[in-house]
């Protein structure tokens, strides 16, 4: 093998990587402060990514119904949860986030969606509407169990993907769908060609890593996101809103999610179903990091990139087969290092 | 004077096992009120249900405004804090930012004055304040979960427990802050085991046996009872017979 191949697979399991970093360490703050082991991930990164697309081409994406349909029900189990004791200001608090803002978005994606809208404003939209159905998708279907197992929040996840992938078929159709490129600038180096895509894809992943890194170790939300994870009960005592902590895990997560979706869809074609299987990937990553270590899953997402590039080079019909293998040597190695834990007591 | 707490009839039940029956008790401004019990009274219970933690039937009332739909965060948020008996610090993070999410509930004004006062209070947290919570020693950490408390500004401190495993000079140390809390403005009730500590310092105490309140009235007399004095405090008496 020559160094150009090897350089260009290098470059290829980089990009890749990193948006494997992104979903992982995502995957790792939803986990931490909610300890949801977030299966729909994939569908946040398919959603953000199709109603990008969709937008591209001047549709308003069912999405945004969704988001709608999703804040109402969200709406009526806030009145429910809190009928013995109603007060106006929390059904106006509630109005407001759960009907007003999705609707809300809806109509600012009809005014605005059109052939000729600006890239940067698809994005915008894009990311709102997938934001929303983030935050009540913990409303409807976590926040009610979150005293519950890690095993019961991780079937009703299984239950949640299953159900955005279906609503998925539904909005974008079996047929895949690519969106325009942030950028079609390109220089080279050497050998390796890169891209404005693949750059942007680079730069916001560091971004990322850096608003994350701001966000909890300097903001007191972020500590107190972090303070949620370490230990609930404590955070409850100070005063710090479980609930709120959830909804601004699953709206990071969500955001996290779309945002790899838009910086993938210019480069591969993306179906209603292929988020499942990125988000998988980022999975990978997170439990080598042992779903608490940010650093860890990063440098596991770029070798999980690695890894994928160079065996779909050399073997490619079992590319994915590799890349999940890497799994099991992990979770040997970490059970025979890792103390025999109690099995949860529900 | 108008009780700042006030807890009548309450139950606390694990399932079909009742761990605390009819109840009833009161806190006023400025006070330190303790309950003295064995291991397994209830103590603890009655006290995780009056933050919230644990159900309870009954009514708990504080300042005035029933507390009955009140979350825990809500309790914290009208004054009223627990510093529990496994004391539930963030391990992993400093002293400093353990002490600031003690303020999360409050503006960030007020919180820089808490910083002064629980820096007076307790001087060794200000020396350890870039240290992890959980590498701190065990006084420490009850140093820093009851400072934790006291930077939400709370009007009722509950205490569960401050002088469990802890070396009898640190014991003291606790003891003489949590008499200090009362000039600040803090009512205290606390929960404690060494009866003959907590009767030091308290005004009233009620004593607790198989989730009941047996007694309860003014330390001093509650120290001198003899029934008191034979089960909790080590010695009985002479020529007083148990009751």
């Not at chain 1, 915008?124 to 929040?153: D, E, K, M």
């Not at chain 1, 990091?289 to 690695?306: D, F, I, K």
Request: charged share 15%.
């Amino acid at each position: 093998m020559n160094t150009t191949i090897m350089l260009f697979l290098l470059q290829d399991g980089i990009t890749n990587g990193a948006i494997y970093a992104l979903l992982g360490l995502a995957l790792v703050l939803v986990f931490a402060v909610t300890r949801v082991i977030l299966i729909p991930q994939g569908e946040f990164v398919t959603f953000g990514a199709l109603s990008y697309a969709m937008l591209a081409t001047g549709q308003v994406p069912g999405t945004a119904r969704l988001a709608v349909a999703m804040g109402v029900v969200a709406f009526g189990l806030d009145l429910y949860a809190a009928r013995r004791s109603l007060r106006l200001k929390l059904v106006v608090r509630s109005a407001l986030l759960n009907i007003v803002l999705p609707v809300a978005i809806l109509a600012l994606t009809y005014a605005l969606a059109g052939p000729k809208t600006p890239i940067a404003i698809n994005i915008a939209l894009s990311l709102l509407i997938v934001a929303a159905i983030g935050l009540f998708l913990y409303r409807i279907a976590f926040q009610p169990l979150a005293h519950t197992s890690v095993l019961v929040l991780l079937i009703a996840s299984v239950g949640c993907h299953l159900a955005l992938q279906g609503l998925g078929l539904v909005f974008f159709g079996a047929e895949g769908l690519r969106g325009p490129a942030l950028s079609n600038a390109a220089f080279t180096v050497g050998p390796l060609r890169f891209t404005g895509q693949s750059i942007a894809v680079y730069g916001l992943t560091i971004a990322f890593i850096i608003v994350l890194w701001l966000f909890f170790g300097f903001t007191l939300m972020g500590k107190a996101l972090r303070a949620t994870a370490v230990n609930r009960l404590g955070a409850r005592l100070v005063g710090i809103r479980t609930t709120l902590s959830g909804q601004i895990a699953f709206l990071l997560a969500s955001v996290i999610g779309a945002i790899s979706g838009i910086l993938i869809v210019p480069i591969t074609t993306l179906y209603y179903d292929t988020g499942f299987l990125i988000g998988l990937k980022g999975f990978i990553a997170a439990i080598i990091g042992g779903l608490v270590s940010y650093p860890l899953t990063a440098v596991a997402a770029l070798v999980v990139g690695s890894v994928e590039a160079f065996s779909s080079f050399y073997a490619s019909n079992f590319k994915e087969v590799i890349v999940f293998t890497l799994i099991l040597p992990v979770l040997v190695l970490r059970s025979l290092a890792a103390p025999a834990v109690e099995e949860e007591k529900d | 004077m108008s009780a700042l707490l006030k807890v009548s009839d309450v139950h606390v039940a694990y399932g079909k096992v009742e761990a605390v029956r009819s109840v009833s008790l009161e806190v006023a401004d400025n006070e330190i009120v303790t309950i003295i019990g064995a291991n397994g009274a209830g103590k603890t219970t009655l006290l995780n249900a009056i933050m919230g933690i644990l159900p309870l039937t009954g009514s708990a009332a504080f300042a005035g405004a029933d507390m009955a739909s009140l979350d825990i965060e809500d309790r914290v948020a009208v004054g009223l804090s627990l510093v529990p008996e496994h004391r539930e610090l963030f391990g992993t993070m400093n002293v400093e930012d353990n002490l600031l999410l003690g303020a999360f509930r409050i503006p960030k004004a007020i919180a820089a004055r808490s910083f002064e006062r629980v820096y007076t209070l307790f001087p060794r947290l200000k020396e350890r304040r870039k240290q992890l919570a959980g590498t701190l020693s065990g006084g420490e950490q009850q140093m820093l979960a009851m400072g934790r408390a006291l930077m939400g500004a709370p009007k009722l401190l509950m205490l569960d427990e401050p002088s469990l495993g802890l070396a009898p000079i640190i014991v003291a140390d606790i003891f003489r802050t949590i008499g200090e809390l009362r000039a600040a403005g803090v009512s205290v009730l606390l929960v404690e085991q060494n009866a003959q500590a907590a009767l030091k310092i308290a005004d009233r105490a009620y004593v607790m046996e198989l989730g009941e309140f047996v007694l309860s009235g003014p330390a001093s007399d509650i120290a001198t009872n003899a029934r008191v004095a034979a089960s909790y405090l080590g010695f009985t008496h002479e020529g007083e017979s148990a009751i």
